[in-house]
């Protein structure tokens, strides 16, 4: 399956734009791989006094603009996604979580058919 | 000729004498004043995440293991993430005794908080006056659970301790005999000179830039944004009839963080006497059979700010995902900005302030 290449960033800042002055607070960033190739990352918010989420479907060797530029908190998230997901993020570096070099690469991705790599012990 | 400071790198942790859990700071100091700040995590990751998605019945007991501090919080979340998936409404009975452990384990834990700050100030007399009474607290949620850190109460649809009327009164009774004593710290903390010189705009986090690094909890609430679950959502309290207002100040600074939390402490007091107040008859938990199916998600005003759950269970014994943002990890990396500028003797005090929980964090 190859998902529709979105621009999350900008599709994020869009919809953030549309809550207009509500101030929004970056609650997390969730990734869910779907054992096919692809992952769902589910960037939650609350704007104003309301939850949202939005959802997009990604490649899981898509790299994704950062928004650690609009909210410093997603940084880590993003980081941390890195190391347990294998995700690639422009400009961020993982090693937050599992220090590079150890023979643990992405031990939250379940294995896809046909494909050996991931899984649990890398 | 003016002379240049010294400039030099310092680390604090990952062990380190004021804050046991493995946390590491590597400061960059001219003479003795913070001007840059690296903060290294994961020394203490257990791939909680992943244990998680074996079994979603052990998880109500697996859960409380991810925190020690809020151990009931985590499983409470767990709980509700899991009955959103299963449609599984607790009574109103459960839910207020939910209510009653979470307040009293916020009880435990700013009080350990406080007293940890009053340690990293030097004041050693204080530190074991907020332990003396936290310790009266830990016996009383082992009078009501039979545990005093995982309290194994939690279960889906419910929980599985009761409080009956003798309890309850006992607890009344202990409450009352606290609260002046708790009111006593208030206080040392409000108004003692030296924990005011020694806190006072120091580690100052402004509104704005705990906007931006996402804070939440007492660290969030004592920089002017009065974020706080329970009012909200299905964590929030008035849909359970029990009046409640956050707590929050204006300055930002370690002063503001350590009142938030001793005033919280105060309030808990309040909420546990309107749950006891409003117990009504019922059963503690409801029954539900096969396997769930579904995405789920919940918050809770942990003691350290917003936790939440996110699980998707696939109809199995195991789930497909069981996702945890703790309020430790959105907390620890606003301590770049906190320690920029400040000296170094208050490193310590500051980096307690924001009661950073590296078992929380890492997970």
Redesign the interface.
Known sequence: MDPKVVDVKADLKNQLEKSGSE?S????I?P??NADGTLDL?Y?F?IG?G?H?FRYQVRADQELDTISDL??????MERENID?FGMRFKGVQG?????PGTGIVA??RKPSPGHNEGG?DG | MERMARTSTIPFGPQHSSFLEPLHLKLKLEEERVVGVDLS??YN?R?M??ALERDWKNNFFLCERVCGICSFHHSTTYCQAMEAITGVQPSERALLIRTIMLELQRITSHTLTLGHIAESLGYENLFMHFFREREEFMRLVNLISGNRVHYCMNWLGGVRRDIGPDLARQVEVKLEEMLPKLQMLAGVVRKDSTWRKRTRGVGVLSMRQA?????VGPVARASGLP?DVRL??NAGYALQGISFKPIWREEGDNWARCMVRMDETLQSVDLVHQCLGLLPEGPLEKKFKGSPEGEG?S?NEAPRG?L?Y?V?AKGAATL??V?I?TPA??NL?PLTEMLRGCEFPDVPVIVVSVDPCICCT?R
């Open positions: 101030p607070r970056l609650i997390s969730i869910l791989d589910i939650m609350q006094d939850l989420q909210f410093k908190g997603a940084l880590n347990l090693g937050l979580l599992i220090m031990p939250l649990k | 995590l994961g990751h791939g995440e992943y906007m931006e690094w996402c804070a974020y909200s959502g998600f918050r917003e939440m996110w998707k497909d995902r996702k943002r990890f959105m990396p890492d």
